[in-house]
């Protein structure tokens, strides 16, 4: 359990790791601006770092797990600049994007050599780091490897409720059924904190526990507990499409995916738009077809719910059957008297949605604290430069709605947060639950929290503040 000191998170913008060296060198000249960086950053927190994320670029100009004297001496340079308790974690990634406190968003490739890290310092939280392997997970053992909460890590006045925070960070091959299954099982074990997280699609990931290492085709993760303030915002905007309907004939399918697993589908065999009796399948024909005649992207997903407070589910359309007649849908949430709409991705509403989740997340945590310290942003790789038109879309929403606090973030090959709903509206406190999900943002943002610090807390503060007086008058 760390208590010294105050709470702080910065971001180091990617254009402060920008180098354009021969290709020969390259890896070498990256690991060996990347210590420098850290030592300037440290040098804006008070009192230290405990806590880091770490996303370079892959491809070109990644660095290498070739076992260069360049990547050991970077390695021995970030050992001597963190502090022994600090951990992190961290993977490469085609694409990251940041918002440095000041700075501006900045996003990059891997044709560039990019790299946006954030470091934090979070007193009176108990932080633990985790991997999991490939055998691991397939043998269903990944829970076991997840760290449980430990009470005897926290002080007297902390909060010993559970974890707060999981973040989670896997390689692409790890997208199976039993994924699926760990995480129903964390948010099982674990059913009040907030996970995120995603897939990259490099081997490499990065953790930082009493030294640096990098591990490949392995889960990283780290927890987070004690006084964290935290809220996770999950964006996949929708404009709706066609009339808003009612369920009133459905039946629940299941076929054998690729995993040679059971999956859930549903039939829409037919609803009810105004008094009128349609077709299932009718009913997304017509949607498809304005879809196809539209200039905008060509995605579309049925949106069903009981309760439209919660927003809509958002289901996958597999396609139109004969037998039984009606429209194929990826779930098994379906019910007679439900409400089904029509919704497609739209760059315009997203952008909407991605600022007004972020408002949401200052309004969520308000009750605790008003300061926002930080984020952490997972988006999918889909929602950059083809779908808004532009880059450095999502980062720039941030930095005008956060004021430009740090953020660091990569371009993910699925997400995983809450349950993304189309139509949720903006002041929801509602949060399904974790999933794997395509075409989102996912914010992680942590706040300051507001708590009376305990005794010891403020003995080391005050403690550190006579130290460096006194090296001052020297």
């Not at 970030?78 to 918002?99: F, Q």
């Not at 017509?286 to 579309?300: A, F, I």
């Not at 984020?375 to 083809?386: H, K, P, W």
Request: negative net charge.
């Amino acid at each position: 359990m760390d208590s010294d000191g105050r709470t702080t998170f910065k971001s180091l913008p990617t254009s402060q790791l920008r180098r354009t060296p021969p290709p020969a060198d390259h890896n070498d000249m990256f690991w060996q601006a990347f210590p420098k960086c850290i030592l300037e950053t440290q040098r804006t927190i008070t009192p230290r770092i405990n806590t880091m994320f770490l996303f370079p670029t892959m491809g070109r100009f990644a660095p290498s797990l070739k076992a260069s004297d360049a990547h050991f001496q970077t390695k021995e340079a970030i050992e001597k600049i963190l502090t022994p308790d600090c951990v992190g974690i961290g993977c490469a990634s085609p694409e990251v994007t940041s918002v440095g406190r000041g700075k501006g968003p900045m996003s990059g490739t891997w044709a560039e050599t990019l790299c946006t890290v954030s470091f934090a310092n979070f007193p009176e939280c108990t932080r633990k780091v985790f991997k999991v392997d490939a055998k691991a997970m397939e043998e269903n053992r990944a829970l076991d490897e997840t760290p449980l909460f430990n009470l005897d890590s926290l002080g007297d006045g902390m909060d010993k409720e559970d974890w707060k925070v999981i973040v989670i960070l896997a390689p692409a091959d790890f997208q199976t059924g039993a994924f699926e299954k760990y995480l129903a099982d964390l948010e099982k074990r674990h059913p009040k904190a907030e996970i995120i997280g995603g897939f990259h699609s490099g081997t490499t990931g990065y953790y930082i526990d009493e030294g640096m290492f990098t591990t490949p085709r392995a889960l990283v993760g780290m927890c987070i507990g004690g006084n964290v303030v935290y809220s996770s915002q999950i964006s996949r905007a929708c404009k709706p499409m066609g009339e808003l309907a009612e369920v009133t004939q459905c039946e629940t399918l299941s076929r054998t995916g690729n995993s040679g697993e059971e999956e859930d589908e549903a039939c829409l065999i037919e609803v009810k738009v105004g008094d009128k009796l349609v077709q299932g399948s009718q009913y997304i024909q017509e949607s498809y077809t304005k879809l196809m005649d539209s200039n905008g992207p060509k995605m579309m997903f049925c949106g069903l719910t009981d309760d439209e407070e919660k927003g809509y589910e958002c289901a996958n359309i597999f396609g139109l059957s004969k037998q039984p007649p009606g429209a194929i849908l990826g779930t098994n949430n379906i019910k007679n008297g439900m409400k089904a709409q029509v919704f497609t991705l739209d760059p315009v509403s997203s952008k909407l949605d991605v600022a007004a989740r972020l408002e949401g997340a200052k309004r969520v945590a308000s009750k605790h604290s008003s300061i926002v310290l930080g984020s952490l942003l997972i988006t999918c790789g889909g929602r950059s430069m083809g779908f808004y038109g532009e880059e450095g879309v999502e980062a720039g929403i941030f930095h005008e709605q956060l004021g430009g606090v740090g953020m660091s973030g990569f371009f993910s090959g699925g997400e995983i947060g809450p349950d993304a709903r189309a139509a949720l509206p903006y002041d929801s406190e509602f949060r399904g639950r974790t999933k794997l999900q395509g075409f989102t943002s996912v914010f992680g943002v942590f706040f300051v929290p507001q708590y009376k610090p305990t005794w010891t807390a403020l003995t080391e503060i005050f403690t550190q503040r006579y130290h460096k007086m006194e090296q001052k008058k020297k």
